[in-house]
């Protein structure tokens, strides 16, 4: 085994006086990696991905910058970082803690960031510039599916909302302005929230204001009674039952079980100047997302996350639905089987054409942009299934064949990627 | 005239007010040419109150200092200001990112994010950590003040924090070292003089900063003498 190392290395150095930097990286992570993997007693993988990373497809760059946000599906990106799958592809992360979307957004345009931890529909809407200028953006992977919520505040509870039709109901008997947040106006939470309100015959435009919070924050604001909802990832609804002060009315799964939710992303500039590097990435996140999905693996995971520098929550606030162990703080217990998902065997990473275009529908379907866009032919530039797929090769996980998937959603409408524009304009609340 | 005259132009907005005319709607194109309105998002009282001094000296109209707060969104529909300037990394730069997809106003981010705009203004603008959000299309000449000072005033900011945090650091160092230094003079029975000459010495050979060896000494200490 060593042999063939040391015979491409040969290999390497006579081919071409291929820049010495790289060869001593090469040689310096070989003898990492032989160390490594011999304790872990796990040669034969370690070597196959060492020679990937060292053949000409080696990184052009070897620090990634990845910026997030403190929430728990976060957590591929500080496990990549953190546990050293980084490392076996030829790359270091360093997970960058964001105060904003919209920091997030001008990091990675500008290129301060790499890559980062985005909402779904944040890179499209940069894609189609609203809100801003336009930049072409590209999808890597999808890092997971399901585990967001929409909190109601403990006032409704005391009206007696449980659900939708009884929010529906208060709206009519008790007049006033309900106030509900999201965190940001292109992004997953704002469709989460704008679907589930349109579903229960609420108008999220003109029956109810909306106002955008920064995650954290979303539980103190309620806590000082600034608002009567909000849609948020994990832990931020759970956090709002553990400090007693709402409830979850609906988790994102109940709107769509195994809908996509935050994705790896970068701009197409990033991905034609550094194509190795952006496989890299996917390769060593791809890893982690596997080793996050593992259920014996997910208190580890939990307690790493909820340290101050990443998500900065109570381990246990973050485990609980982290393990699918759900509590509405209404009475009402139950094993999610949609619980927030990282890998299942590639199917939640594999950036489906349908699930991007999904997001430009909604777009379309609130206002945002004003005539319907080309959504396949935007799907097909932004997200890179041909990056994606190559590493997913590489490292022997399952590829879909059909890039496009079927769900059926909370009102029992079908989503399959087929008649976008139908399919956006058909909705009876829309604005 | 008044475009180059700052003075005039805070005079020109003062006789304005004096008049009462404001209050009647006045709307000369002169006076709507001239009087930019700039609110601050920003919790720092040493950075924003300068800034906003340094704006109205300029004969910009400041019309809101508001912290980063949830009302945020209903006291920029209020104020309805032309510019505002936040801080890039306040949290509360999505709730502009949602006025500026939902508002009838036509708000837009500019500065960190554009194609145009200018290169080293972007750059100086990015290292200082502001961002600025603007109204339709308000032409560079007219904005560039704005940015500028408020750039000028984020510098400063961060010029002090920085101080004042190394001030901190060398006190901490201190303190560190002072710790050690008791710590050694009540194991090894040694007087102030001698437990300094020991640390030092230490530091020199093992080639650390004296207040890191104080600070392994002291960590190390806390495991081995409970």
Redesign the interface.
């Known amino acids: 085994m060593k042999k063939e190392i040391e015979s491409q290395l040969t290999t390497t150095d006579s081919q071409s006086a291929v820049n010495a930097n790289r060869r001593n990286f090469f040689k310096t992570a070989v003898a990492g990696a032989f160390g490594a993997a011999a304790a872990l007693n796990i040669m034969p993988a370690g070597l196959q991905n060492m020679a990937y990373a060292a053949g000409s497809d080696a990184p052009e760059l070897t620090e990634v910058k990845i910026g997030f946000i403190p929430l728990t599906d976060c957590a591929p990106i500080v496990v990549a970082a953190e546990m050293g799958f980084d490392k076996k592809y030829g790359i270091k992360i360093i997970p960058s803690k964001e105060?904003?979307?919209?920091?997030i957004?001008?990091k990675t345009?500008?290129g301060?960031l790499h890559a980062a931890h985005v909402l779904y529909g944040l890179v499209y809407?940069v894609q189609m510039g609203?809100?801003?200028?336009q930049k072409d953006m590209n999808v890597l992977m999808t890092l997971n599916h399901n585990g967001q919520g929409i909190t109601l505040s403990n006032q409704l509870k005391d009206k007696g909302v449980k659900d939708g039709k009884t929010l529906k109901r208060l709206l009519e008997n008790e007049n006033r302005d309900y106030i509900f947040a999201q965190?940001?106006?292109?992004g997953t939470h704002a469709m989460w929230l704008n679907y589930w309100l349109a579903a229960n015959g609420i108008d999220p435009i003109k029956d109810v204001k909306?106002?955008?919070?920064?995650p954290?924050?979303m539980v103190a604001?309620m806590r000082i009674g600034?608002?009567d909802g909000y849609c948020v990832g994990e832990p931020w609804n759970a956090r709002a039952i553990y400090d007693k002060v709402g409830y979850t009315v609906a988790t994102s799964q109940d709107i769509w079980a195994e809908h996509p939710e935050k994705v790896l992303g970068t701009t197409a500039e990033f991905v034609a100047k550094n194509p190795n590097t952006a496989r890299a990435m996917v390769m060593a996140i791809l890893e982690a997302s596997k080793y996050i999905e593992a259920t014996e693996n997910r208190a580890k995971v939990a307690e790493l996350i909820s340290q101050k520098s990443y998500v900065n929550a109570p381990k246990e606030v973050i485990l609980g639905r982290f393990l699918g162990d759900y509590d509405n703080g209404n009475g009402k217990k139950w094993k999610d089987p949609n619980f927030m998902k990282f890998f299942e065997d590639g199917k939640v990473s594999f950036p489906y054409l349908s699930d991007g275009m999904w997001f430009l529908t909604q777009h379309k379907r609130w206002g945002?942009l004003k005539s319907d866009p080309d959504y396949l032919a935007i799907a097909k530039k932004v997200n890179r299934i041909d990056i994606y797929t190559e590493a997913a090769k590489a490292l022997g996980v399952a590829v879909p064949t059909d890039p496009m998937r079927s769900s059926k959603l909370m009102d029992g409408v079908v989503w399959d990627g087929k008649n976008p524009a139908a399919y956006a304009a058909s909705f009876k609340i829309k604005a | 005239m008044l475009q180059q005259n700052p003075i005039l132009k805070k005079h020109f907005y003062q006789y304005i007010q004096l008049l009462g005319l404001n209050k009647l709607g006045w709307h000369s194109p002169c006076y709507t040419l001239i009087m930019l309105k700039v609110m601050i998002v920003d919790n720092e009282i040493k950075r924003c109150k300068p800034l906003k001094q340094s704006l109205i000296d300029n004969g910009f109209d400041v019309v809101a200092h508001v912290e980063n707060d949830?009302?945020l969104?209903d006291k920029y529909l209020a104020i309805k200001p032309d510019v505002v300037i936040i801080d890039?990394?306040?949290?509360?730069?999505?709730?502009?990112?949602?006025i500026?997809?939902?508002s009838m106003h036509n708000l837009?981010?500019i500065v960190?994010?554009?194609?145009d705009g200018n290169k080293e203004q972007i750059k100086l603008a990015?290292q200082a950590g502001v961002?600025a959000y603007v109204v339709g299309t308000i032409p560079s000449e007219r904005l560039t003040p704005v940015i500028d000072a408020a750039v000028a005033r984020f510098e400063e900011f961060k010029n002090l924090r920085s101080e004042l945090s190394q001030a901190k650091i060398k006190l901490d160092e201190r303190k560190v070292v002072e710790r050690a230094k008791g710590l050694l003079m009540k194991q090894r029975s040694l007087d102030e003089v001698e437990a300094y000459e020991m640390l030092r010495s230490m530091a020199m050979k093992k080639n650390m900063k004296l207040a890191d060896l104080s600070h392994q000494l002291i960590e190390a200490a806390s495991m081995l003498i409970v």
Not at chain 1, 183 to 186: A, D, I, S, V, Y
Not at chain 2, 112 to 115: C, D, I, L, Q, Y
């Open positions: 105060a904003s979307w919209a920091a957004r001008d345009v500008n301060e809407g609203i809100g801003g200028q965190t940001f106006p292109t909306t106002i955008v919070v920064p954290p924050q604001n600034n608002m945002m | 949830v009302h969104h890039t990394e306040s949290p509360s730069r999505d709730t502009l990112e949602n500026c997809v939902m837009h981010p960190m994010f554009t194609h990015t961002s």
